[in-house]
């Protein structure tokens, strides 16, 4: 049961927020950490408490990473955390918690069911680790609900770049190609009202 629990979201992006609306909705008291002062201003506005994992590593009940960066929970983090302590990453890979600690200073794994694994610390306690570190929405569950990616990709649409950056893209491809541009002199690029070096139309311009 999540109500009542205390939750460590670690990042406050698009997947962190995400993690910490569905979490305080199950009734967790949620606690953040974070890096970018934006993002942190955005989760004290919301009424989330925002410190370091340091300070975090005590309370928490079940961490979630989710800042697709290394090194976010480490061993002397485990070693502070309550027993039983849920820990779970759902930002990027398997690099954010500090697995190869836990397989290399536990007294004992347990694996408990499929992608559950209970770590016994030489302190006592025992971290419940989901995925092996891995993404948990994928490691543990079906990956994204099918409702969610309908409204993902429902209203996507084809964006135009700029002008400039097509014709970037075109020239990339040229050379292969054996193409040779022909670039204009001064006086041209004067008379046409352009750079000599691009954009040669105008955005309406139909090709």
């Given at each position: ?176 190609l054996n193409v040779k541009l022909t670039k204009l002199t001064e006086k041209q690029a004067q008379y046409l009202g352009m750079p000599t070096d ?10």
């Amino acid at each position: 049961m999540i109500a009542g629990k205390v939750a460590v979201v670690v990042g406050y992006g698009d997947v962190g927020k995400g993690c910490a609306q569905a979490l305080r909705g199950l009734g967790a008291r949620v606690i953040l950490t974070e890096i970018d002062p934006i993002n942190a201003l955005q989760a004290v506005m919301e009424g989330y408490e925002v410190t370091t994992m340091d300070e975090a590593c005590k309370e928490g009940n079940i961490f979630v990473t989710t800042t697709g960066c290394v090194d976010i929970i480490l061993g002397r983090h485990f070693e502070q955390m309550k027993d039983d302590a849920i820990v779970c990453n759902t930002g990027h890979f398997d690099v954010e918690i500090d697995v190869k600690w836990l397989n290399e200073n536990a007294v004992e794994k347990v694996n408990i069911k499929p992608q559950v694994d209970r770590y016994w610390l030489k302190n006592g306690h025992r971290i419940i680790l989901l995925a092996e570190g891995r993404l948990v929405n994928l490691g543990c569950a079906m990956g994204h609900p099918s409702f969610v990616m309908s409204n993902s990709f429902t209203n996507q649409g084809v964006h135009f770049l700029p002008k400039k950056l097509d014709e970037a893209v075109a020239e990339a491809h040229l050379g292969k190609l054996n193409v040779k541009l022909t670039k204009l002199t001064e006086k041209q690029a004067q008379y046409l009202g352009m750079p000599t070096d691009g954009p040669f139309k105008p955005d309406h311009y139909r090709y």
